[in-house]
């Protein structure tokens, strides 16, 4: 169905425009909502659909001594101005919101002050929001800022919504067309739900696309909110929740401490990446350390390592592991690394973090695994604290947990948080923004290489679970709001690194949140993995800078073959370490003679992953090829293709490669490649090799601006690679 885009353009209007992008403002009567966001350079394509209702720009939400909550947003009444200015850099439009009513009738009226600035550079797309509260209070029951969201975008939708789609920041990236989005994407930031800081929106028939970006480079809590509605279109926006406003100083200022970017570009989410790439190299924490290449604190190893296998919580005493593990080390004639639950005391999901002694016959089991060249990893927990366990009694526990305050002003009894899973143990959520649980984690971790002579340590759910609104002032933080989650957690993973080092392991979490990678070797990317819809965002964003691996694996891989082979084949394309299936179901699957092609397959994605490593492990992911011809479906948990394929970039070379996982059925299709689309020098010589376990064949020499074809030919089970390098 196609939508309308045209609305009232009224002379109070206010226009932020350059030569690459149009931003109209509804006037101030309608309290300054975002009207439309036209793509100058793609044919004045517009982005938002036209309608009725007022555009919100901003909700907030404030609340006084006894709870009341009072919820207000740009169209409320207020004293409303707007300065536009403009210079050789660009031009800056700031709306002001002052002397703010708190509801619409009898309601009260203080003096607060919201500024919201949109600066526009000059020959960009992209404009940068910021936004200032300042509640000047005038007596004690004038309510406090709770939480804030803005900058609202609504309405967004192209001139025919099924081009239409929209990449969402879980896991490695989500796509959908917008109409399949039934619920609220409310991403909690730094978390698996929350993994980068942006939505791409793009319609496949203009080339043109939205963008909405937090660029936060200090892991500041938050939450990406993404809805749609058929009528109105998609709606983004970030939700905020202010530091020391409704407890502690009751500061009365709020400034968003990043820039939250919203304009057009041209091309697909692969563009949109290069936006976010770009912020990435520069600002944030976690990329200071530069590639993983040149990491000192990863050990090469662990870089050249390609599969992971679990214990899973019932593989067995550890000396039946040590016979199983040994006897996959031998069939696949490579080095392996082990990921060990239950080498403690307690229970699984009990007692944390009280793990000591290990389990009898466990450290046995260690020397005996690194012996034949398998690394052992075991398990630990980051982030819960078991009421019931012995350190929450004798350390005094409820004094380093977070807790939580009731929406209200100068709360006086705080709550405590309580999870539990399977187990059903009580679980606190510690705090790491107090000093105890960042020394006590990374103390468990020292104990474990030096003690139990591990090669690693997973401390579980860090990169997962998001962070916690902590309201007790005794921590030392900011209260409510803040970065002090991520700043903890990043404090306990780089004191584990740091024990780790001089023993050559690794520190790996749990899922893939951008904020952790300096503290870490690497990320167990489940939920990445875990949904059909995957959209490798992440990879695009930080190829070379993470290494991920593992993925679930359930019972129908195991007898139907093509689905163990896919799921292999496509973390092979995505630059994972293969693996991690549990040893109760892997050993009997790669042991069975009926299954050799299956075990010769993973055994070519090993050593294809070691002999295009310089492309799956240091380079950057990009746009895939255009295939031609019929592809085959392996439908197994999701529906994916069987010719997995991708292509990396390093430096000015690319890396291409094709897997066709089905077992028993041939493959056939034609690539169509254009060197300058990667960046490459249209004027250039270019080589393309076909590169075997054999060595290289030059194919086919060609100029960067060619477009050339590729046969690609794939038998069953079958894996291709290609480079393509500038030639003389």
Same mark, same amino acid.
């Given at each position: 169905?196609?939508?309308?885009?045209?609305?009232?353009?009224?002379?109070?209007?206010?226009?932020?425009?350059?030569?690459?992008?149009?931003?109209?403002?509804?006037?101030?009567?309608?309290?300054?909502?975002?009207?439309?966001?036209?793509?100058?350079?793609?044919?004045?394509?517009?982005?938002?659909?036209?309608?009725?209702?007022?555009?919100?720009?901003?909700?907030?939400?404030?609340?006084?001594?006894?709870?009341?909550?009072?919820?207000?947003?740009?169209?409320?009444?207020?004293?409303?101005?707007?300065?536009?200015?403009?210079?050789?850099?660009?031009?800056?439009?700031?709306?002001?919101?002052?002397?703010?009513?708190?509801? !619409?009738?009898?309601?009260?009226?203080?003096?607060?002050?919201?500024?919201?600035?949109?600066? !526009?550079?000059?020959?960009?797309?992209?404009?940068?929001?910021?936004?200032?509260?300042?509640?000047?209070?005038?007596?004690?029951?004038?309510?406090?800022?709770?939480?804030?969201?803005?900058?609202?975008?609504?309405?967004?939708?192209?001139?025919?919504?099924?081009?239409?789609?929209?990449?969402?920041?879980?896991?490695?990236?989500?796509?959908?067309?917008?109409?399949?989005?039934?619920?609220?994407?409310?991403?909690?930031?730094?978390?698996?739900?929350?993994?980068?800081?942006?939505?791409?929106?793009?319609?496949?028939?203009?080339?043109?696309?939205?963008?909405?970006?937090?660029?936060?480079?200090?892991?500041?809590?938050?939450?990406?909110?993404?809805?749609?509605?058929?009528?109105?279109?998609?709606?983004?926006?970030?939700?905020?929740?202010?530091?020391?406003?409704?407890?502690?100083?009751?500061?009365?200022?709020?400034?968003?401490?990043?820039?939250?970017?919203?304009g057009v570009h041209s091309g697909d989410h692969y563009d949109s990446s290069n936006i976010y790439r770009e912020f990435a190299m520069k600002s944030p924490v976690w990329t200071q350390k530069g590639p993983m290449k040149n990491r000192t604190d990863v050990p090469e190893w662990y870089k050249d390592s390609s599969l992971w296998i679990s214990t899973g919580l019932d593989g067995g005493k550890p000396q039946e592991l040590v016979k199983k593990f040994s006897k996959l080390r031998e069939i696949l004639g490579t080095p392996f690394i082990v990921h060990y639950y239950m080498w403690h005391r307690y229970p699984f999901d009990s007692n944390y973090p009280d793990y000591f002694p290990a389990r009898k016959g466990y450290l046995e089991a260690v020397y005996a695994l690194r012996a034949v060249g398998v690394q052992v990893v075991p398990y630990i927990n980051g982030r819960l604290w078991d009421y019931n366990s012995p350190s929450f009694i004798t350390d005094n526990g409820m004094q380093h947990i977070a807790k939580l305050s009731a929406p209200r002003m100068s709360p006086s009894t705080l709550q405590t948080y309580m999870e539990n899973y399977a187990s059903k143990q009580n679980f606190a959520v510690a705090c790491p923004g107090s000093t105890y649980w960042p020394k006590k984690i990374s103390s468990i971790v020292n104990t474990l290489f030096l003690s139990l002579k591990s090669s690693g340590v997973y401390v579980d759910q860090i990169g997962s679970s998001g962070p916690r609104s902590c309201s007790d002032p005794s921590h030392g933080h900011t209260l409510g709001g803040g970065n002090y989650f991520a700043k903890g957690d990043n404090e306990l993973l780089s004191a584990a690194l740091a024990y780790a080092q001089p023993h050559k392991g690794i520190i790996v979490t749990e899922d893939n949140s951008e904020n952790f990678m300096a503290s870490l070797s690497g990320y167990l990317s489940l939920i990445a993995y875990g949904n059909c819809r995957l959209f490798p965002m992440y990879q695009s964003i930080y190829g070379g800078y993470m290494h991920t691996f593992g993925r679930w694996f359930v019972k129908d891989d195991y007898h139907h073959p093509s689905y163990f082979n896919v799921k292999m084949a496509q973390m092979f394309v995505l630059g994972s370490q293969l693996g991690w299936a549990q040893i109760k179901d892997f050993y009997p699957f790669l042991t069975n003679p009926s299954n050799s092609n299956a075990l010769r397959f993973l055994k070519d994605l090993i050593e294809y992953k070691s002999i295009g490593g310089e492309y799956l492990k240091n380079g950057r992911l990009m746009r895939p090829l255009q295939l031609e011809g019929k592809k085959n479906s392996i439908k197994s948990d999701c529906t994916r293709d069987s010719i997995q394929h991708a292509v990396w970039m390093t430096q000015s070379s690319l890396g291409i490669f094709f897997v066709n996982a089905d077992n028993d059925s041939s493959q056939n299709t034609m690539a169509k490649l254009l060197a300058s689309s990667y960046g490459l020098n249209p004027a250039n010589n270019f080589q393309l090799r076909k590169v075997t376990k054999d060595g290289s064949v030059s194919v086919k020499k060609f100029k960067g601006n060619e477009e050339i074809s590729i046969q690609i030919d794939l038998a069953p089970r079958s894996i291709q690679f290609y480079t393509v390098s500038q030639s003389a």
């Amino acid at each position: 169905m196609e939508k309308s885009f045209d609305f009232d353009r009224k002379a109070a209007n206010i226009v932020l425009e350059n030569e690459k992008v149009s931003f109209e403002f509804g006037g101030k009567e309608s309290g300054y909502g975002i009207l439309q966001i036209v793509d100058k350079s793609n044919g004045n394509y517009p982005h938002l659909i036209a309608s009725s209702s007022p555009s919100i720009m901003w909700t907030s939400e404030w609340r006084d001594t006894e709870g009341l909550g009072y919820f207000v947003d740009n169209t409320y009444p207020s004293i409303k101005n707007h300065v536009l200015k403009s210079d050789s850099k660009g031009s800056n439009l700031t709306f002001t919101w002052s002397n703010i009513t708190f509801g !619409l009738y009898d309601a009260p009226t203080f003096p607060t002050i919201v500024k919201l600035s949109v600066f !526009l550079p000059k020959g960009s797309g992209l404009a940068r929001f910021s936004l200032e509260v300042n509640n000047k209070r005038v007596n004690d029951r004038q309510p406090c800022l709770w939480s804030i969201k803005a900058p609202q975008l609504n309405f967004v939708g192209g001139k025919k919504p099924e081009s239409d789609s929209v990449v969402l920041p879980k896991g490695f990236g989500i796509k959908y067309n917008p109409s399949e989005v039934t619920a609220e994407f409310d991403g909690v930031y730094p978390s698996a739900l929350c993994t980068y800081q942006f939505f791409s929106f793009c319609n496949e028939e203009s080339a043109s696309c939205l963008y909405y970006g937090a660029h936060d480079g200090q892991g500041y809590m938050k939450m990406m909110v993404y809805s749609y509605a058929d009528s109105q279109g998609s709606s983004m926006h970030v939700t905020q929740t202010p530091m020391d406003t409704c407890a502690g100083k009751l500061r009365p200022d709020y400034t968003t401490p990043w820039e939250t970017l919203i304009g057009v570009h041209s091309g697909d989410h692969y563009d949109s990446s290069n936006i976010y790439r770009e912020f990435a190299m520069k600002s944030p924490v976690w990329t200071q350390k530069g590639p993983m290449k040149n990491r000192t604190d990863v050990p090469e190893w662990y870089k050249d390592s390609s599969l992971w296998i679990s214990t899973g919580l019932d593989g067995g005493k550890p000396q039946e592991l040590v016979k199983k593990f040994s006897k996959l080390r031998e069939i696949l004639g490579t080095p392996f690394i082990v990921h060990y639950y239950m080498w403690h005391r307690y229970p699984f999901d009990s007692n944390y973090p009280d793990y000591f002694p290990a389990r009898k016959g466990y450290l046995e089991a260690v020397y005996a695994l690194r012996a034949v060249g398998v690394q052992v990893v075991p398990y630990i927990n980051g982030r819960l604290w078991d009421y019931n366990s012995p350190s929450f009694i004798t350390d005094n526990g409820m004094q380093h947990i977070a807790k939580l305050s009731a929406p209200r002003m100068s709360p006086s009894t705080l709550q405590t948080y309580m999870e539990n899973y399977a187990s059903k143990q009580n679980f606190a959520v510690a705090c790491p923004g107090s000093t105890y649980w960042p020394k006590k984690i990374s103390s468990i971790v020292n104990t474990l290489f030096l003690s139990l002579k591990s090669s690693g340590v997973y401390v579980d759910q860090i990169g997962s679970s998001g962070p916690r609104s902590c309201s007790d002032p005794s921590h030392g933080h900011t209260l409510g709001g803040g970065n002090y989650f991520a700043k903890g957690d990043n404090e306990l993973l780089s004191a584990a690194l740091a024990y780790a080092q001089p023993h050559k392991g690794i520190i790996v979490t749990e899922d893939n949140s951008e904020n952790f990678m300096a503290s870490l070797s690497g990320y167990l990317s489940l939920i990445a993995y875990g949904n059909c819809r995957l959209f490798p965002m992440y990879q695009s964003i930080y190829g070379g800078y993470m290494h991920t691996f593992g993925r679930w694996f359930v019972k129908d891989d195991y007898h139907h073959p093509s689905y163990f082979n896919v799921k292999m084949a496509q973390m092979f394309v995505l630059g994972s370490q293969l693996g991690w299936a549990q040893i109760k179901d892997f050993y009997p699957f790669l042991t069975n003679p009926s299954n050799s092609n299956a075990l010769r397959f993973l055994k070519d994605l090993i050593e294809y992953k070691s002999i295009g490593g310089e492309y799956l492990k240091n380079g950057r992911l990009m746009r895939p090829l255009q295939l031609e011809g019929k592809k085959n479906s392996i439908k197994s948990d999701c529906t994916r293709d069987s010719i997995q394929h991708a292509v990396w970039m390093t430096q000015s070379s690319l890396g291409i490669f094709f897997v066709n996982a089905d077992n028993d059925s041939s493959q056939n299709t034609m690539a169509k490649l254009l060197a300058s689309s990667y960046g490459l020098n249209p004027a250039n010589n270019f080589q393309l090799r076909k590169v075997t376990k054999d060595g290289s064949v030059s194919v086919k020499k060609f100029k960067g601006n060619e477009e050339i074809s590729i046969q690609i030919d794939l038998a069953p089970r079958s894996i291709q690679f290609y480079t393509v390098s500038q030639s003389a």
